[in-house]
């Protein structure tokens, strides 16, 4: 059979995929949009978030990816979208060899979902992988997601100032890192200079508007002027000028976007694209269970939580039984911490964990468990990141590229009826 024939699904899925992402460009530049360039690729000026436990694995990421934008698989304990792999691992407790035989599982994982994601984006977008610097696997989903042919590595939760070397043999994927203020840009791009290596993007991650862990010192900073993006974007454009690298490290706005004109205005400051997370959450495409998908829908401003992450990080999540009991119990869990024989979950996720490691000024749960809970769709114990902003569509659950078609273009679902 003709490859090229309409009578190949193959064929057929591929036409339809560029088809797609071409009306989409075409919506966004009908709406004063600019596109973006990133990896030899010009794109829609939307990129999709990493989110874990599961939550953008492949099916999301692909999804986005292949009407034009950035999709995300987020790298942590994707084993558990795996039922072959939990089978092996799943059981394993206190094995010497535990950590190692689930480590290796999360990174055979990390590789099948950014193969789905690029199945599915059939060679639109880009596939783009987002790795924690806090996470004790940090270097090896790196070296996978380089080695399973990621678009781009992106990193948040820590400076990675040993990226570049990572990615050294590399030099095609972009490497994108999350900072929230111009001083943690200067810094950072000042190092990887001297690394003769510039990031090919930058997140700029407002922590009063995101949810998941926030680049603010103390939850007590989250709100401080000095995040807002009319305030940090001219900073670091500054900077770039005066550096002499303006125009070459294009800036992705992260946190409270949820419109085309808040595109248009974050565009006008400078940024060249924006990240969304809670958006595309909720949307059908995301892997988590639907259960996940309504407790952040139909979240109120009232419901949002700051607190100190068991990783030490603000982190902003909704107010479910379990985080209310915890955040009761909060004090007199860190009065009596102490150090752990072993790991809840056997891996030791995090390089430094308030629980495992006693350390009383840090959360005293077991992340990995409560945000697994959350995937899964348990309502009771699960711990549900969210961002701050109001989402497109209230409590509705929606496609992609009903999402996608709203941000460039305003048009809403049909029979999609706003509330106040």
């Known amino acids: 059979m003709d490859k090229s024939s309409a009578t190949d699904p193959a064929a057929q899925t591929h036409v339809d995929a560029a088809a797609a992402a071409a009306i989409l460009q075409a919506l966004a530049e009908d709406s004063g949009l600019k596109p973006w360039r990133l990896a030899g690729k010009n794109l829609i000026p939307v990129v999709q978030g990493g989110m874990g436990v599961c939550v953008s694995a492949g099916g999301l990421a ?23 792999l939990m089978a092996r691992t799943g059981h394993l407790d206190k094995e010497p060899d535990a950590r190692v035989l689930i480590d290796s599982a999360n990174l ?19 596939i783009a992988v987002n790795v924690m610097k806090a996470v004790s696997a940090y270097e ?18 820590g400076l990675p100032l040993d990226l570049p070397e990572l990615a050294r043999d590399h030099p095609g994927t972009a490497l994108i890192p999350i900072l929230s203020d111009a001083r943690g840009v200067q810094l950072l791009v ?33 709100h401080d002027a000095r995040f807002d993006f009319e305030v940090v974007i001219p900073q670091v454009l500054e900077f770039f000028r005066t550096a002499g690298i303006e125009r070459e490290i294009p800036l ?72 209310e009991k915890y955040i009761r119990l909060e004090p007199k869990l860190q009065a009596a911490a ?34 697994g809970h959350a995937f899964e769709g348990d309502t009771r114990k699960g711990l549900f990141f969210r961002g701050a902003a109001r989402l497109p569509f209230d409590d509705q659950i929606r496609s992609v590229q009903e999402l996608m078609q709203w941000l460039l273009g305003g048009i809403r679902p049909a029979a999609f009826v706003q509330t106040v």
């Open 190 to 222: 000042r190092k990887w200079q001297k690394k003769g290596r510039l990031p090919d993007a930058i997140v700029i991650e407002h922590p009063g508007l995101a949810g998941g862990h926030l680049g603010a010192a103390k939850v007590a900073d989250l």
């Open 252 to 323: 992705i706005a992260a946190g409270g976007i949820n419109c085309r004109d808040d595109i248009l205005r974050l565009q006008a400051l400078g940024a060249s694209a924006v990240q969304l997370g809670t958006a595309f959450a909720v949307t059908q495409e995301c892997d988590a269970d639907p259960a996940f998908k309504k407790v952040l829908a139909e979240a109120k401003p009232e419901d949002m939580v700051e607190f100190i992450s068991v990783a030490g990080l603000p982190a902003r999540a909704v107010r479910t039984p379990w985080l």
């Open 338 to 371: 102490h150090v752990k024989g072993k790991c809840n979950m056997s891996f030791d996720c995090l390089t430094h964990c308030g629980l495992r490691d006693g350390v009383a000024s840090m959360g005293q749960f077991c992340i990995d468990q409560q945000l």
């Open 140 to 157: 090896a989903y790196v070296q996978q997601a380089l080695a399973s042919g990621a678009d781009a590595v992106v990193v948040g939760a």
């Open 108 to 126: 055979e994982a990390l590789d099948r979902e950014i193969r789905r994601a690029r199945a599915l984006a059939q060679g639109q977008g880009l």
């Open 62 to 84: 692909g999804a986005v990816a292949s009407l034009g934008g950035v999709g995300t698989v987020s790298s942590v304990d994707l084993r558990r979208l795996h039922p072959d």
